[in-house]
């Protein structure tokens, strides 16, 4: 076989390097991948020294052609198709993209902790725990199903049609004390609104379970203390006139005046004017006893109306019932699940918006002091002072997630808390009152004054001692002195304080005979 001859290739013919025109790789450097990575000064300095033109190499003597047979055509193979570097085709990671992600990551991490947080504490301050029970706090009496009733128009009446004194500066002196000409003006200009009383206490029902009490606080209106004290005047009058009895019947009007805003628990005022009605009503028979000429069957009359007036624990445990009703009224409005007629006043009170006020959170601490309530008011030192409430969030934070519900029932239950320490007052006031009753029963009968509290027992005055409600013991009573005391609220007996008006201190409540020498009786 032949083979074709082959001239040498020249420097011009020979390239530079494979891959430039052939498809082969340009440089073997480009195949390193630590060049690939390496910095750009180095890769300058290989570049400017692959520009530099190659050397020359020395010219050779030519030679005389030599004869060489023709060529022979050779079928040309097409190049193969160029390929991607390898080092294109993977890549080694690079440092600063391993870190940005790790960065980015993190940051992710951290926003998303804080949405969390922000979620969490916007739940704190929305979410509203569910509604608890609390059908031992429900009223229990019947709801009167009478269609319509007057009683609480012809008290807004009686009300309106008040003449107030025109010497303010008697108010605060109990009226017996007043000079006549005063007295007279003060009860006549009255006339008319003593009047519409009587008719009021003369009504057989005054429908204290209507839901018509609802619409409007009747005991909200200032005139009230006027008009309490216009029933004290009315007694001092009417004895000044020598009218005793009728004197007396004024004072029991006042007490019975109390037992009927008693029963009415639509509104917390209404318990309150009773609780002042009580107070007025005592006073003005210790006043009326200590001097009374009347025989004992008119005293023995006017001593069992005057003690069925008398208020009772069991009264205002019944009452807070009514009270956490109205409340949860009052927060809940139409949701609490009472009738509509008996919302209060016809409308929702204004309280804060739902922001920091949850509803149901603030009904349950209504709901604790309630029960904590009545579990106290039966007991003798829950009268001595206001009742302090246990296990309720105090108010100081402004930013709390029920810091306006807090605010709100701390303000509320100012109206509730005092109510015990006040019936405990009253109570020891009738107590007094009714001994008193017996005491001048006795000296009307008997024509001497009893040795002892018990000897009016045993002369059928009283059917039981009455005791003291801070003490649960007999009340205190001196036959020298001529004087019954209570130990009142601070437990402490000062041997008998009298006080004008009657049993004004708190801490000594006391009552005189009205004798300066008593006998003994037989």
């Not at 969030?393 to 605010?407: C, K, R």
């Amino acid at each position: 076989m032949i083979r074709p001859h082959t001239p040498p290739e020249t420097p011009e013919d020979k390239p530079a390097h494979r891959g430039e025109a052939g498809g082969a790789w340009s440089s073997p450097w480009e195949l390193d991948l630590e060049w690939l990575d390496a910095p750009p000064g180095k890769k300058r300095r290989y570049i400017e020294e692959k520009k530099r033109p190659a050397p020359r190499e020395p010219k050779t003597v030519s030679k005389p052609p030599v004869e060489t047979p023709p060529p022979v055509e050779v079928e040309k193979v097409p190049a193969a198709p160029r390929q991607a570097p390898p080092s294109r085709l993977v890549t080694k990671p690079r440092p600063k993209v391993a870190v940005g992600r790790e960065a980015s990551w993190s940051t992710l991490a951290i926003l998303s902790m804080g949405l969390l947080a922000l979620v969490f504490i916007a739940w704190l301050y929305v979410d509203d725990q569910a509604p608890g029970l609390d059908k031992d706090l429900l009223l229990n009496r019947p709801v009167d199903q009478a269609v319509a009733i007057q009683t609480p128009d012809k008290l807004r009446k009686f009300l309106n049609a008040l003449v107030p004194l025109e010497n303010t500066q008697l108010s605060g002196k109990p009226p017996w004390l007043w000079d006549t000409p005063t007295l007279s003006r003060f009860v006549q200009s009255n006339a008319t609104t003593l009047e519409n009383l009587r008719d009021l206490l003369e009504d057989a029902d005054w429908h204290a379970t209507h839901a018509a009490w609802h619409a409007a606080d009747p005991c909200e209106n200032p005139r009230w203390h006027q008009v309490l004290v216009l029933k004290q005047a009315e007694a001092a009058y009417l004895s000044r006139r020598m009218q005793e009895e009728a004197a007396f019947t004024a004072a029991i009007d006042l007490a019975e005046l109390g037992w009927r805003l008693e029963q009415i628990w639509a509104w917390p005022t209404c318990y309150q004017r009773a609780l002042q009605a009580h107070t007025l009503a005592a006073q003005t028979l210790a006043d009326l006893l200590r001097q009374t000429k009347l025989p004992e069957a008119t005293l023995r009359q006017f001593q069992r109306q005057f003690k069925v007036c008398q208020p009772t624990v069991e009264v205002l445990e019944g009452a807070m019932n009514a009270f956490y009703v109205h409340e949860k009224k009052l927060i809940l409005g139409p949701k609490s699940g009472e009738n509509l007629d008996t919302m209060p006043g016809g409308v929702q009170l204004h309280r804060p918006g739902r922001l920091f006020f949850k509803p149901y959170e603030t009904l349950q601490h209504f709901a604790t002091a309630f029960r904590q309530m009545k579990t106290e008011v039966q007991t003798p030192l829950a009268q001595t002072a206001e009742v302090r409430l246990k296990e309720v969030a105090a108010s100081g934070a402004s930013y709390q997630p029920n810091s306006a519900g807090l605010a709100y029932y701390h303000e509320r239950m100012k109206t509730y808390t005092s109510m015990p320490a006040e019936l405990g007052k009253v109570r020891a006031r009738g107590n007094l009152i009714i001994t008193l009753f017996a005491v001048r029963r006795c000296i009307a009968e008997k024509k001497s004054v009893p040795a002892n509290l018990e000897q009016l027992r045993t002369f059928n005055f009283l059917l039981d001692v009455p005791v003291d409600p801070y003490t649960g013991a007999p009340l205190q009573y001196s036959l020298a002195r001529g004087l019954i005391w209570s130990v009142g609220n601070d437990l402490k007996s000062a041997n008998g304080s009298p006080t004008e008006p009657p049993m004004n201190d708190a801490a000594e409540p006391t009552v005189e005979l009205g004798i300066a020498v008593a006998g003994v009786a037989k």
